[in-house]
């Protein structure tokens, strides 16, 4: 059987000329630390999503108005088995307008469903393709980080304990809310655990730990969701990432929270902003601080 790159489209009322130079802004569309130079021919440029990843890329071709493609010369994915899975592979832009209408053909050349990071990968760049790039396309506002949710509390307690706490979601995340209990299923302490929480018919979401810094850094990707209580897009947290940092000074831990993905443009944003203030300011702030660990 023929192994298929990933591949998705999309139409943006916008020049085919207009939609390269945004896209070939990445900062403005894609959620992640950014340096180097994107615009040209050549240029290199190197993107981080936390950690140690990184991602190395050359624009190996670029035609104005028609075509984008970037290499991918070095990477380092440290939650999967090859961490250079993403190595010399490309990401290929096509474009083409038709009255007034551009079309973009993406494909991610390398990125077949036989290797590790396929799914992971496959999810991440639907978002950030039919989201975030569309978005940005057709109104000049795409996804990045700076407008992601955040949130920063301190607790009284080490860094270990609390890292070791934020890891034990069942304990912390399982609370009853508007007369329902929260269901937990798997594992959420090693690098590459999955786990699954359900909120009755509302509220589904299904987190893979995608890095792990002991006493330092958790990020959870979440591979899948569905929140029935939005009326357009149910699928909203697919693709984002909920990111612990810990900092510590003296016998107390500063948490920075982060919902990367979340951003006010989104339907659930308002909803999801109450949400994580009653989760992460009320519910694990009450079970670090009242725990003996």
Known sequence: MEKKDFQTS???KISSGEAIKRISNVPGWWGVTFNGSSEKQNDKFTVKMGGDSFFNFTVAELIPGKRVVWLVTNCNMPWYTDKKEWTNTKMIFDLSEKNGITTLNFT??????D???YKDCETGWTHWIRQSLLSYLTTGKGETKDQSYTIAI?????AKDVFKLINNVSKWWTRV???????????STNLNDEFVLRHGEKHYSKQKLLEVIPDKKVV????????NWIE??????????MIFELTSQDSKTMLNF??????PEKECYEHSVQFWDMVIKDWLFNFVTSSNT
């Open 10 to 12: 999309i139409n943006a």
């Open 258 to 263: 982060m919902h990367q993905g979340l951003v």
């Open 177 to 187: 809310a508007n007369g329902q209990q929260t269901e937990y299923e798997g594992q």
């Open 220 to 227: 959870w990707f979440v591979t899948d969701s569905k929140l």
């Open 154 to 158: 301190e607790f009284a307690k080490p």
């Open 108 to 113: 991610h050349e390398g990125l077949t469903s």
């Open 232 to 241: 357009k897009d149910k699928f909203e947290w697919t693709g984002t990432k």
């Open 115 to 117: 290797i590790e990071c």
